[in-house]
Nanobody, 121 residues
Framework: VQLQASGGGLVQAGDSLRLSCAAS????????MGWFRQAPGKEREFVAG?????YYAESVKGRFTISRDNAKNTVHLQMNSLKPEDTAVYYC??????????????????WGQGSLVTVSS
């Protein structure tokens, strides 16, 4: 089972980016999918999760949108109005056969390799 994240980059404050995560090796239709991020010197934190509904951290609510395409086994994170404090390595994660969105990294079974997002002021 592999998760491959892509779409990071360097942008200016106020810009948008779209992260994608492609899953392979297993269908994730019955799995909660999430995005986390980790800034330098900080712990990994929950950003957004999706099952049949979506859930967001307060810091990104109204700016980020998570979506999934079960037919393509992919999940996306649309990030708008980016701020310098959004700078971090972003990771996609999955909870295989578990449709509960949770915010603790330890509760996710599979992780992508991380995609760096840098937002300059």
């Amino acid at each position: 089972v592999q998760l491959q994240a892509s779409g990071g980059g360097l942008v200016q404050a106020g810009d948008s980016l779209r992260l994608s995560c492609a899953a392979s090796g297993h269908t994730f239709n019955w799995s909660a999918m999430g995005w986390f991020r980790q800034a330098p010197g900080k712990e990994r934190e929950f950003v957004a999760g999706i099952t049949w509904s979506d859930y967001y951290a307060e810091s990104v609510k109204g700016r980020f949108t998570i979506s999934r395409d079960n037919a393509k086994n992919t999940v996306h994170l649309q990030m708008n109005s980016l701020k310098p404090e959004d700078t971090a390595v972003y990771y996609c994660a999955a909870k295989l056969f578990d449709m509960r969105i949770t915010t603790r990294p330890s509760e996710y079974n599979y992780w992508g390799q991380g995609s760096l997002v840098t937002v300059s002021s």
